[in-house]
C-alpha cells in the first residue's frame, strides 16, 4: 500500500531543492572574453597565493568574515555579467547575488582608468566581503567619503594596499611583479605569470602553474634561460665565456655559438689581467696563452717564448730553439746549425 504521507514528503523535499541556487562545486572562471583571461588568471593565482596573509594583515574584518571568506573562496565562481545587468548599467565594479559566485562588470572594469591587476583583487574580494555578510554603512554606495569608509570599502582598499606592496617589492618579471600591469595588456601571458597550459604563455611552455622561459630568445636583452627544473631568465654578465643571445650581450661584442667570445688580443689581456694572452681566432674564437715554456701543449708558434711550437694536432707542445746536433727536429730552423736532416720521424740536427 503506498504511503501517501511519505509521498507528499518527498514532493516538498524536491520542491525545496529545485528552488535553491546550485552552489558552485569547484573554483571556476566562466562566460568572459579572452581578453580577460590572463588579468583574471593572474588576480585568481595571487588570491591563492596570499589569501592567508591578507587576511591576518588586516584588522577590519573580525574572524568570524575572514573564516567565511577563507571557506568560501575554493568553490567561488567569477562570472563576467552582460553589460546589461541592472548592476552594471549602473556602473558598477561587480556584484554578488547569492550561491559563491562573484559578477563581475568587466566592461566598466576596463574603462577605469589606472586599474591594474591588484584592482581586480581587490574588487573580488570586495565581494566576498559582502558574501560573508561583513557590515556596512546605509550609505555603502554612494560615492562619497562616508559612503566608501566603512569596513568592506576598508577592507578592500587593505587588500589593494597589500597587493600594490608585493608587487612593488617583487624582482621585475616576477609572478608577483605581474600584479602592476594593466588590464589587457596582452592576451597571452608572459613569462611568470599564472597558467594551466602550454599554450596560454608566450613561450608555449607552462611548468608548476607558471609561464616560464623555453630558450634564451623567450627571455629580454640581457637574459638568459636557464634551462632543467622550473626554467628561468638568469642575467647574463657579459663576460668571455659567458652564455649569450647576441652580440649585445656581450662586453666584448661578439657571441659566437651562445658563447661570449674574444674579438682582439685585448679583449684577452682585459679578461686575464697581468698575463700574456692572445685571441685565438678561427672556429670559435678563444682566449689562449703566450710566451708558454718548453714543453707546454700550444697552437702556433706564437704561442711560445721559444717561438717554436711542434707537433701533430693536440699533440704540438713548445720545443726549444737552438738544438744541439743529434736532437731531433722537424725543420732547420729548430737547430743550433741551421741543418735539419733525415725522414719523417728520424729528422735530427746535423
Not at 111 to 118: A, I, K, L, Q
Not at 197 to 209: A, I, L, M, T, V
Request: proline fraction near 4%; glycine fraction near 10%; aromatic fraction near 6%.
Amino acid at each position: 500500500m503506498i504511503n501517501l504521507k511519505f509521498l507528499s514528503y518527498i514532493a516538498a523535499l524536491l520542491v525545496v531543492f529545485a528552488a535553491t541556487p546550485a552552489v558552485a562545486d569547484h573554483f571556476r572562471i566562466r562566460d568572459c572574453p579572452d581578453s580577460a583571461q590572463a588579468d583574471l588568471n593572474w588576480a585568481v593565482n595571487f588570491i591563492n597565493r596570499h589569501l592567508d596573509s591578507i587576511l591576518a594583515t588586516q584588522s577590519i574584518l573580525n574572524t568570524r568574515y575572514q573564516a567565511s571568506i577563507k571557506d568560501d573562496w575554493p568553490d567561488t565562481t567569477i562570472d563576467c555579467a552582460k553589460p546589461s545587468r541592472n548592476s552594471c548599467e549602473d556602473g558598477a565594479n561587480a556584484f554578488h547575488a547569492g550561491a559563491n559566485i562573484v559578477h563581475l562588470c568587466w566592461d566598466n572594469i576596463m574603462n577605469r582608468s589606472g586599474w591594474n591587476r591588484c584592482s581586480v583583487v581587490r574588487t573580488i574580494l570586495h565581494e566576498k566581503a559582502h558574501e560573508a555578510r561583513a557590515p556596512i554603512a546605509d550609505t555603502h554606495e554612494w560615492t562619497d567619503l562616508e559612503g566608501r569608509n566603512d569596513p568592506v570599502y576598508r577592507f578592500g582598499e587593505s587588500v589593494f594596499v597589500y597587493c600594490d606592496r608585493v608587487a612593488g617589492l617583487a624582482a621585475a618579471g616576477t609572478f608577483d611583479s605581474l600584479g602592476l600591469e594593466p588590464l589587457g595588456a596582452t592576451a597571452e601571458l608572459p613569462l611568470g605569470d599564472y597558467c594551466e597550459e602550454d599554450n596560454q604563455c608566450q613561450s608555449n611552455e607552462c611548468r608548476r602553474g607558471k609561464c616560464v622561459c623555453n630558450d634564451n630568445g623567450d627571455c629580454p636583452a640581457g637574459y638568459r634561460c636557464k634551462t632543467g627544473g622550473l626554467n628561468e631568465c638568469i642575467k647574463i654578465e657579459g663576460e668571455i665565456g659567458e652564455v649569450c643571445n647576441r652580440n649585445s650581450d656581450c662586453e666584448t661584442a661578439q657571441c659566437d655559438r651562445d658563447i661570449c667570445v674574444c674579438d682582439t688580443d685585448q679583449h684577452c689581456r682585459d679578461f686575464f689581467p697581468g698575463s700574456d694572452w692572445r685571441c685565438r681566432r678561427g672556429g670559435q674564437n678563444a682566449c689562449v696563452r703566450t710566451n708558454l715554456p718548453d714543453g707546454e701543449r700550444c697552437h702556433v708558434d706564437g704561442d711560445c717564448a721559444s717561438g717554436q711550437c711542434r707537433g701533430v694536432g693536440d699533440g704540438r707542445t713548445c720545443r726549444p730553439t737552438g738544438l744541439p746536433n743529434g736532437a731531433r727536429c722537424e725543420k732547420n730552423g729548430d737547430c743550433a746549425s741551421g741543418q735539419c736532416r733525415g725522414i719523417g720521424s728520424g729528422r735530427t740536427c746535423r
